[in-house]
Structures are given as structure tokens and as C-alpha cells.
């Protein structure tokens, strides 16, 4: 069974940057879809970027062209996968609780029926 835990997060004002990290020991990137979404309170979870099987990412486009998402290994299988979600030019509208995520592919299908996880690590952004 796939875990992830989500680090980084914090306090910061508009404009500013930070950095949260997701490690998921063992996860096969080739066989698992793995992306962050995020969920203001009250709302519901809405996507917010993924790691696609070739390396490269999707973003919502909220947040295209302010945030980066990298793999620590181009490796499909290490003992720890670790990705990193940099975000840049922040905006209170920013502000949620964002969770790592990771479900099982289903064959070739670029779908993905997220189902796995992180607790979630909360990032404020004031103006």
C-alpha cells in the first residue's frame, strides 16, 4: 500500500514563495498516477497539478506559470520517491489545505481515480 506524506507548507504573504514535498516510499511512478490538490474549508478538492507517465506536467490553470512540480529521481522506481511542488507570485486565493495524491493507473488511460492520500499540509497566504 502506497503512503505519502506531505511536508513544507506555512505562513507567507502575497507575492511570496514556498515549497511543499511529497515522499511516497516505493511508489512505481510508471504504475501510479501522482499529483497535489488542494481544498479550502467548505469547498471541495480541486486539482491542482500531476506528474504525467512521460515526466512531464499538468497544471490547473490557476496555477499555471507560478507553480513547478519536479520529480526528485527521473528513476521509475527508488525505495523513496519524493516530488516537489514550488510555488512562486503566491495569492491569498492560494490559500488551502493541500494534499498529495496518488491512485493506480488503469492501463493506458490518462485517467486517474485518486484514492491514496497524504494528510494534508496547510499553506496561508495573506495579503
Known amino acids: 500500500q502506497v503512503t505519502l506524506v506531505e511536508s513544507g507548507g506555512g505562513s507567507v504573504q502575497a507575492e511570496g514563495s514556498l515549497r511543499l514535498s511529497c515522499v511516497a516510499p516505493g511508489l512505481d511512478t510508471w504504475q501510479y498516477c501522482w499529483g497535489w490538490f488542494r481544498q479550502v474549508l467548505g469547498k471541495s478538492r480541486e486539482f491542482v497539478a500531476r506528474l504525467e507517465r512521460d515526466g512531464s506536467v499538468t497544471y490547473a490553470g490557476s496555477v499555471q506559470g507560478r507553480f513547478v512540480l519536479s520529480r526528485d529521481s527521473a528513476q521509475r522506481i527508488m525505495p523513496v520517491q519524493m516530488m516537489t511542488l514550488q510555488m512562486n507570485s503566491l495569492k491569498p486565493e492560494d490559500t488551502a489545505a493541500y494534499y498529495c495524491?496518488?491512485?493506480?493507473?488503469?492501463?493506458?488511460?490518462?485517467?486517474?481515480?485518486?484514492?491514496?492520500w497524504g494528510r494534508g499540509t496547510r499553506v496561508n497566504v495573506s495579503s
Open positions: 495524491a496518488a491512485a493506480p493507473r488503469n492501463g493506458d488511460s490518462p485517467a486517474c481515480a485518486w484514492n491514496i
